[in-house]
């Protein structure tokens, strides 16, 4: 495809820009606001498995917006939606690594260190 | 030799070299924070104890960075919007002020960091801190990489304007990728490290 060929292809984007512009401003807006609500739950100063799962929950939405509408990952290609999809696959087991590997919330089991202790002792 | 697919996309990818170019570096950076965080959630999970983040860190100035971040985007996609519009002039304007927002919320850091180290508490004061200062370190200099070639593209590397606007065009798009990456960590970073 030559320049001007390109050249057309970016004016009749351009058509479309000022929709675009406008959805920004809505997201922007919902950023805020999601920033907003993040703030004034941590306020409130639930428990940590509830204040996670918030926290989580909108930081998530606020990052979905921008991926989706700054990135304009609603509208890609296939191949990049290939990549991430391998990326997001391997990045939930780098977080799950750590979740997995431990019991009952706790790294150490409370039991543990005590026998470890008398082992110890022993020698 | 021209590099190739710089404006016109291939066809088997149905992409230019540039776009794919960079989603595989943020595919990288993916990673690379993931461990991190990763990092995070065994330590905290190992502590027997850990501090709320409210409790160490200054949340407002957080809260006022994070909207800092969040309007930078918002520029920035005007910026790239203002060069698909063919309006120079405008793509100038949004671009600066991007520049100036990561500015802005590297001073604020600068202050963040400075109180720490005045009281003493650097990196090796505990572990919620070691993490704090390696996640939002490692933050920051992606904040300032970002602003050194977002202000190569607002200063020198606009010339390319003149000459091909579509491939300068596609240029601050990609750069735009990067920045927004960067607020989607601090996104995340920001209720992890200052809010639980």
Known sequence: ?123 | MDIPYTVEVRRDTGLNNGKIGIWLFLASEVMLFGALFASYILIRTGSPSWPRGSEMLDVPLATFNTIVLISSSVTMVMAWASLMRRQFGKFRLYMGATILFGAVFLVVKYFEYSHHFAIGEGPSHNNFLAIYFTLTGLHMLHVFGGMVVNAYFWGPGAKLYQTNPVWFTNRVEHSGLFWHFVDLVWIFLFPTLYLL
């Open chain 1, 1 to 123: 495809m030559s320049d001007h060929a390109a050249d057309h292809s970016a004016d009749d984007h351009a058509v479309d820009i000022d929709k675009h512009v406008r959805v920004y401003i809505t997201v922007f807006v919902a950023l805020m606001v999601l920033t907003i609500i993040t703030v004034a739950i941590s306020y409130l100063h639930l428990s940590v498995l509830p204040a996670v799962t918030i926290a989580l929950f909108v930081a998530i939405v606020k990052g979905s917006l921008v991926a989706g509408y700054f990135m304009h990952l609603v509208s890609e290609k296939k191949l990049i939606y290939a990549v991430l999809a391998l990326t997001v696959a391997f990045f939930v087991v780098l977080l799950a690594l750590p979740v997995l590997t431990h019991e009952n919330g706790f790294w150490i089991p409370e039991a543990a260190a005590p026998a470890a202790h008398t082992d110890a002792e022993h020698k």
